[in-house]
């Protein structure tokens, strides 16, 4: 095997296993976020609490089933192989396993190997793998609870910032502008909506995540990635719509959308341009 034959089966496997760690941050991050609302709801008007909170974060309790308790063994948490033994279902109560599981760890396993044939060897692979870690867990987060939490979208700011230090994928000024922009522009978008109609037409979480992707892609993809989002996050809302299974009232998840973007013009910013222009002129 080649040298890049073997480090893109490493990343690969850093994938899958990242990925299987990702899952219990979707999983646990969110109720760590609401026990953490709770307590501080508690001591700002000053009440008394009804019981001391268990002790929850990312590592403790073991991993174990939602349905029946059963703790989880290592050989029932290999990634996707255990879900596949296993028949999607616990071992102990045949509880359902949801299939995000999997899935999730499939991406991850995609993200590590998509980095590294795209990159080759070096520090670019390491923080593209990185990067769409983090957009995959904030998307199926997003998905699950709309929520876009700051113990991601900020680190992974900090982090592109520090990758652009050495011109990684943009330089450090054309990051920093990134930042600026990305919170700024949907900030403006919001507050417009918010005056016009009188609602919310999205969560903070999404500026800070546009200002997290500008910091790795640089201020230029952004036009792209607002572009790009919005087309797909319009038409999976219409879809749903139509289908029977939303409403034109119920919120919308745009966190994943931008983060699918994100991921795009990471690997084909390069190639929009000309895509774009071929399109106009087909149509034409």
């Known amino acids: 095997m080649t040298n890049l034959e073997v480090f893109v089966a490493a990343m690969t496997l850093f994938g899958l ?19 953490a609302w709770h307590t501080d709801c508690v001591e700002f008007l000053e009440l008394a609490p009804s019981r001391r909170p268990a002790r929850f974060t990312l590592g403790h309790p073991p991993s174990s089933c939602p ?24 071992s102990a109560c045949h509880w359902k396993i949801p299939l995000r599981y999997p899935i999730v760890e499939i991406c991850g396993a995609l993200v590590g190997a998509v980095a590294a044939l795209h990159f080759g060897i070096g520090a670019a692979a390491a923080g593209a793998c990185v990067l769409g870690l983090g957009l995959l867990a904030l998307s199926a ?18 982090l592109g910032l520090a990758f652009n230090l050495f011109d990684t994928f943009s330089t450090l000024r054309d990051g920093v502008l990134g930042v600026m922009a990305g919170y700024v522009v949907l900030w403006t978008v919001y507050h417009a909506f918010k005056f016009v ?13 546009l200002a997290s992707i500008g910091a790795w892609l ?5 036009p792209g ?13 219409a879809a749903l719509v ?6 034109r009232a119920a919120p919308f998840p745009f966190g994943p959308y931008l983060a699918g973007a994100g991921l795009f013009m ?3 910013g390069d190639n929009l341009g000309p895509l774009l222009a071929a399109s106009l002129a087909a149509t034409t």
Not at 199 to 207: A, I, K, N, Q, T
């Open 242 to 247: 139509a289908c029977g299974r939303a409403s």
């Open 218 to 222: 640089g201020w230029q993809a952004l």
């Open 141 to 158: 987060i997003d998905f699950e609870n709309q929520l876009l939490p700051d113990a991601i979208t900020l680190p992974l700011l900090w």
């Open 266 to 268: 990471l690997y084909c």
């Open 67 to 90: 349905a029946c308790g059963h703790q989880i063994s290592l050989l029932e948490n290999v990634p996707v192989l255990s879900y596949v033994a296993l028949g999607g279902r616990c």
């Open 225 to 237: 990635v607002i572009l790009l989002g919005s087309l797909a996050g319009a038409i999976a809302g």
């Open 17 to 35: 296993v990242a990925g299987s760690l990702m899952n219990v941050v979707i999983s646990r991050l969110p109720r760590m976020m609401e026990a």
């Open 197 to 209: 109609t009188g609602r919310s037409g999205m969560g903070y979480g999404d500026f800070k995540l």
